[in-house]
């Protein structure tokens, strides 16, 4: 009798044990990660400048109780004059960070962790596509689950073993006659009706993991993040925007006046191209594609009567039924271009999408983000108005202009 009870109780505080040590493994190993992942990595990496400085080595910058406020309304913090968050606001174009009030400290301690821990990895950062680091991840989480799954079988084998000597022993000291030998399925009928709540803990479990997948893969229908398409001419933002340094709105123009940001034409290429007609590697044929394109002989500086223009492939491109407006967030909201479209001149060799572009994606940013109100001519009135109403310019999000209401973004 206590044979059975000893091994029932260990049995089930063994079974404890495991699951909640495989579930806080999961759980706090990618929580910092994730939280940056989902919050921080628009505008930082911890190895590169993006928008924000790269945050390696943040922790000996400041301390930690300096941190957990920056963090939380770095705004607000610029707008007390502290001398360290003033500093950085010059350092930085005076581009404002979003306010994270959302945030517990405990998120925050496990943001900054992931930054003391993370390791650079051996090639770029930021070259690549944000995509390929989430399928690795999860393809790990997986992995860790069958290993887990794999060791709770054993377990069970050895505990079973165990339990069927034990079981005998115990008849043959009473001189119960043993009962006759089960197949395998009356085996597991006979097992579930005496483990009735560990079958109950195995199938919610399941049950879980199958809808937090499904719900995962529902969510990414439609998601074209890291879109890279070929493109008919070996076009690299990383040369031109990042080694040369040409401005965004030079060959982008259209984002300062309005709805679309635009894509040059062939001419722009050649206010250069007229003169250089071969990249850093020597070779030729990319930029001859533009001289064929225009028709133009590179020889004798003459175009022809045949111009093609490039069919150049969109990689960014939401529905029709959503309204997005360059000017308003470049010019009025003050929002750098690398905000939403990544590291381009940094890493862009070829161009990609970086960011989900997706409602959740669009409507988080409003909730977070104060509106450049101060000194904004658009604003003048307004602002007084708002001001009077919410107290401070760190909690004048986009939200709070109107910013989440459908008709905004739909028509
Ligand atoms: C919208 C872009 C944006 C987002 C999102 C953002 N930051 Fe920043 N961050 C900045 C900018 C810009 C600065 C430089 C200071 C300034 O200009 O206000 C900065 C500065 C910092 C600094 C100080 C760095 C230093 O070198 O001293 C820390 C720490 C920091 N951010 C952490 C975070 C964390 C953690 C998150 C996510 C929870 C985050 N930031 C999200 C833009 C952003
Ligand atoms: C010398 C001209 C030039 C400069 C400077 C330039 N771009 Fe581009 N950009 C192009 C061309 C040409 C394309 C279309 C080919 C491609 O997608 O690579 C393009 C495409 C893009 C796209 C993808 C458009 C789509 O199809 O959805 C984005 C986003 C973009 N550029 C952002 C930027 C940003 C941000 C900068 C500044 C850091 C910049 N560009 C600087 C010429 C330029
Ligand atoms: C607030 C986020 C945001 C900012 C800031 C932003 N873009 Fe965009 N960009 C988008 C979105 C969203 C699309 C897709 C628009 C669509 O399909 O209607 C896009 C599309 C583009 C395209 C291709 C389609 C088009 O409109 O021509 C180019 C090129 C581009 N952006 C360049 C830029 C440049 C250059 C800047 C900075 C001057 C910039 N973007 C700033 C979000 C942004
Ligand atoms: C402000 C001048 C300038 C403009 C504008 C410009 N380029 Fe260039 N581009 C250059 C220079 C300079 C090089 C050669 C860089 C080198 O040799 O280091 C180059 C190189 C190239 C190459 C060769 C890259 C390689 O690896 O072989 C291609 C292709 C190219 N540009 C395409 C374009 C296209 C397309 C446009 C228009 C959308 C454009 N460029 C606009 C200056 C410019
Ligand atoms: C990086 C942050 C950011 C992202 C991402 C972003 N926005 Fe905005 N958006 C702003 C800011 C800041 C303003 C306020 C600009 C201003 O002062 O008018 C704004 C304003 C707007 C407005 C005008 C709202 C109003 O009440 O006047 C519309 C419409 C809008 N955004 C649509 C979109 C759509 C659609 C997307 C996604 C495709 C998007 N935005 C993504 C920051 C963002
Ligand atoms: C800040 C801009 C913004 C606001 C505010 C907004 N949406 Fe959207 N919505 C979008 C964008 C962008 C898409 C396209 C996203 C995509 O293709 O993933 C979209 C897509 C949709 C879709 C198509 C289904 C889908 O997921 O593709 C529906 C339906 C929708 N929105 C309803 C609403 C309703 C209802 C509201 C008000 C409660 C609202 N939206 C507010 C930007 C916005």
Redesign the pocket.
């Given at each position: 009798m206590t044979n059975a009870y000893l091994y029932k109780s260990t049995k089930r505080l063994l079974l404890l044990t495991l699951f909640t040590a495989f579930y806080t493994c999961v759980a706090f190993a990618q929580d910092g990660e994730a939280l940056f992942n989902s919050n921080c990595k628009?505008c930082h990496s911890p190895f590169d400048k993006v928008v924000g400085p790269a945050l390696k080595g943040v922790e000996n910058r400041h301390s930690e109780e300096w941190l957990l406020k920056w963090i939380k309304n770095a705004p607000g913090m610029i707008k007390s004059g502290d001398p360290d968050a003033v500093k950085l606001y010059n350092d930085n174009g005076k581009m404002q960070m979003?306010v994270f009030t959302n945030l517990k400290d405990e998120e925050i301690k496990a943001i900054i962790k992931y930054i003391v821990d993370v390791k650079p990895p051996a090639a770029s950062v930021a070259a690549k596509p944000t995509e390929e680091g989430g399928e690795e991840k999860s393809s790990n989480t997986w992995i860790y689950l069958l290993v887990a799954a794999f060791v709770l079988y054993l377990i069970s084998g050895i505990l079973r073993r165990t339990q069927h000597t034990l079981a005998q022993a115990l008849r043959k000291k009473q001189g119960v006659p043993e009962p006759a030998a089960m197949t395998r399925w009356q085996g597991f009928v006979h097992w579930s009706r005496n483990n009735k709540k560990l079958l109950a803990i195995i199938l919610i479990t399941l049950f879980m993991f199958g809808s937090v997948k499904a719900w995962y893969g529902l969510m990414s229908i439609g998601v074209t993040q890291g879109y890279k398409p070929d493109q008919p001419i070996k076009y690299s933002h990383k040369l031109h925007a990042g080694d040369m340094k040409i401005s965004c709105i030079y060959c982008h123009s259209g984002a300062e006046r309005g709805k679309v940001a635009g894509v040059p034409s062939l001419n722009v290429c050649m206010n250069c191209h007229k003169f250089v007609k071969q990249g850093p590697t020597g070779d030729k044929t990319e930029i001859a594609k533009i001289y064929k394109a225009l028709d133009y002989d590179p020889d004798k500086g003459t175009y022809g009567p045949n111009p093609k223009p490039i069919q150049w492939t969109r990689v960014h491109n939401?529905p029709d039924l959503?309204?997005?407006?360059h000017s308003?967030?470049f010019v009025?909201?003050?929002?750098e271009c690398q905000?939403?479209h990544g590291p381009v001149q940094d890493s862009m060799t070829v161009a990609y999408q970086y960011?989900k572009?997706t409602?959740g994606?669009?409507?988080?940013?409003?909730r977070?983000?104060?509106?450049?109100?101060a000194n904004?001519a658009?604003?003048n009135d307004y602002h007084k108005e708002l001001l009077a109403k919410y107290g401070s310019d760190s909690l004048l999000t986009?939200e709070r202009?109107?910013?989440t209401?459908c008709a905004?973004?739909h028509y």
């Open positions: 628009t979003t939401l959503a309204y997005f407006n308003q967030h009025v909201g003050k929002i905000t939403c960011s572009l409602m994606w669009c409507i988080d940013c409003h977070r983000t104060p509106v450049q109100m904004n658009y604003y986009v202009i109107g910013g209401e905004r973004c």
